[in-house]
């Protein structure tokens, strides 16, 4: 015991002095704190206050001694994916996605290093988060930004061979360089362009935007001149540009692993994008206009991210994507008419995981929503199912309750989407407390159901949307399930939105030995003018109340102590029941 309190000590002090040693600055505090989480042996903690690092002098290179001691005691691997983010500019906001395509695309992600790890870019991402190489924004929890400072020591380890275009001043590359970027301007002339003349083995052309709804103009001389020349590209990217057509030139430019063309108007792509076999990722994510992928995706075999996001104009998936088997994420399979028998070609993309959207489903049957298998697709977490908005009152509803009953996704899913669903009744898997991880539930426009499943066993529902459910006349121990004791145990959110012809909500608060929704923090009722009678009155911790257009809603807020915002339009019936009103609840910080 004695002994290792003395060496907590040993620890301590040590720690001590080598926080002293960041002269009070809070980056370089926390990074060395980070370093020092990953280090077991006091010994180390020694070498580290006693590394010459810190006595190389700031003024030579600008960089605080802790922040290189930092980047020093990096693996291997890492430091190069470190390296790499030098093109990033400084205060530019990135995703964790948009980071680990480009890694994986220049070959940083070595199984080798961690071979035991499945997602191999997550954990080399999230281990320079926690040694504070990136950190969250301040604007948007979902991205990251680089420290100024960070940025600064990631550019002078990169050296030569990684360069960016400041701004459109005039600017010369090394012959060395290989991977650039610059901000994308309003018009991006030819002028801007002269620094890559001197480059011919140039492995990333990475134009960023600092706002995605940023319109830019490319001159047609890079497009036509540039890029077929630099033929050694592994990353490719036109993301945001006013672009209608590409040229046919990428039998030039075999090498590439990346290639982006989202938020572009382009409106088809070139057969000549099929003969990259070593193509990994193909984002077109927003190209509204794009009316078809190209007729022989399945030449390329080593895609694993194809994301076709509101490229509502396409109506087919084209033949051979049963060959990509090494796809990993596809953010949308769609079914045309007459092509109900493709939808099987989804069981030999084993490797699926995150979001994926099936639609064009009125035009399968049950047999062919069952041999696709989704059940066995585990990595899968957020689904959405899709049936046409045209298809909705003219199909027939129990072809349709089959699919839907084939459709049953993996047991980890995180969160699901129904929309336009035209079946009388909802499958009972969508119910099934076997579905444990389930945080989030959507049904939209299912315009036939006329009553809701027994969702409040899902132990871990945080979000639950219900919207357009016309044929609804009832809410009540249909929702809650019989002999529930412990209803929406996680619900957070609760969103009721054009239901017009809802009368009754029927809480079964007879039920005294049942609770529900205790952990409720959100309530929104809109648009269902037909909903008579009184909110439940044991939501206790119900902070933020949303009532619009349900004019023959009775709505008292004398029991909801716990809440802060409350917006009420379009009622004619509201009450404030006992002494209470708007003004005397405490708690209430907004009214509307």
């Not at 960089?63 to 020093?72: G, Q, T």
């Not at 600017?171 to 970027?181: G, L, P, V």
């Not at 994308?184 to 140039?202: G, H, P, T, W």
């Not at 539930?441 to 809701?452: A, D, I, V």
Request: glycine share 6%; proline share 4%.
């Amino acid at each position: 015991m004695a002994r290792n309190f003395g060496g907590h000590l040993r620890f301590k002090e040590t720690g001590e002095k080598i926080v002293r040693r960041c002269n009070g600055l809070p980056l370089a505090a926390k990074a060395i704190g980070s370093l020092l989480r990953t280090v077991k042996y006091h010994q180390e903690w020694e070498r580290i206050y006693e590394s010459e690092i810190w006595n190389l002098p700031e003024e030579q290179c600008g960089i605080i001694p802790a922040l290189r001691l930092s980047y020093h005691h990096l693996p291997s691997y890492l430091k190069r994916c470190f390296a790499y983010c030098s093109i990033l500019p400084k205060d530019y906001e990135f995703e964790e996605e948009e980071i680990i395509l480009l890694w994986r695309a220049e070959g940083l992600l070595q199984q080798k290093a961690i071979p035991q790890i499945k997602d191999l870019g997550h954990q080399y991402f999230q281990d320079l988060v926690s040694r504070s190489f990136f950190q969250i924004s301040s604007k948007d929890e979902f991205r990251f930004v680089m420290h100024d400072l960070i940025n600064d020591l990631a550019q002078v380890v990169a050296g030569e061979i990684f360069s960016k275009l400041e701004s459109d001043k005039q600017q010369k590359f090394s012959n060395r360089t290989r991977h650039s970027s610059y901000i994308v301007s309003k018009y991006d002339r030819m002028k801007k362009f002269e620094a890559f003349n001197q480059v011919k083995s140039l492995r990333t052309f990475l134009p960023l935007r600092l706002s995605r709804y940023q319109r830019a103009f490319l001159t047609n001389v890079v497009l036509v001149d540039l890029l077929p020349r630099l033929g050694y590209f592994r990353v490719l990217s036109l993301c945001g540009y006013e672009i209608f057509e590409l040229p046919d030139v990428f039998e030039n430019l075999r090498h590439v692993r990346y290639l982006n063309f989202s938020d572009t108007n382009i409106k088809c792509l070139p057969d000549s994008l099929c003969t990259l076999y070593h193509l990994e990722t193909l984002l077109l994510k927003g190209c509204f206009k794009l009316q078809k992928l190209p007729s022989k995706m399945g030449n390329l075999v080593n895609l694993h991210d194809l994301d076709i996001r509101g490229v509502k104009s396409i109506e087919r998936m084209p033949f051979g994507i049963d060959k990509l088997t090494n796809l990993q994420r596809l953010s949308d399979f769609i079914i045309g008419e007459g092509d109900g028998h493709r939808m099987r070609e989804l069981k030999y993309l084993s490797n699926l995981k995150g979001d994926i959207c099936l639609s064009g489903l009125e035009n399968i049957n049950g047999q062919d929503a069952r041999e696709a298998r989704l059940d066995e697709k585990e990595m899968i977490d957020r689904l959405v199912l899709h049936w046409s908005k045209k298809f909705e009152e003219s199909g027939n509803t129990e072809d349709e309750e089959w699919v839907l009953d084939s459709l049953c996704p993996p047991k980890k899913l995180q969160q699901l989407v129904i929309e336009n669903y035209g079946g009388a009744k909802f499958s009972t898997w969508i119910a099934d407390s076997s579905f444990k991880h389930m945080l989030s539930l959507e049904l939209r426009n299912c315009k036939n159901c006329k009553s809701l499943p027994s969702i409040a066993r899902l132990p871990l529902l945080k979000d639950l949307s219900i919207g357009g459910l016309d044929e609804v006349h009832k809410i009540g121990v249909e929702l809650f399930g019989a002999n529930q004791s412990n209803a929406f145990a996680s619900l957070e959110t609760l969103h009721f939105e054009i239901m017009p012809n809802w009368e009754e909500w029927d809480s079964c608060e007879g039920d005294e030995q049942a609770s529900k929704f205790p952990s409720l923090l959100e309530l929104s009722i809109r648009e269902c003018p037909q909903l008579l009678g009184r909110l439940p009155t044991f939501l206790q911790s119900l902070q933020k109340l949303e009532i619009y257009k349900c004019r023959r809603l009775v709505v008292s807020i004398s029991s909801f102590l716990s809440l802060c915002e409350l917006s009420i339009e379009g009622c004619e019936q509201l009450v404030y029941e006992g002494s209470s009103s708007p003004e005397e609840v405490t708690s209430l910080k907004n009214v509307s």
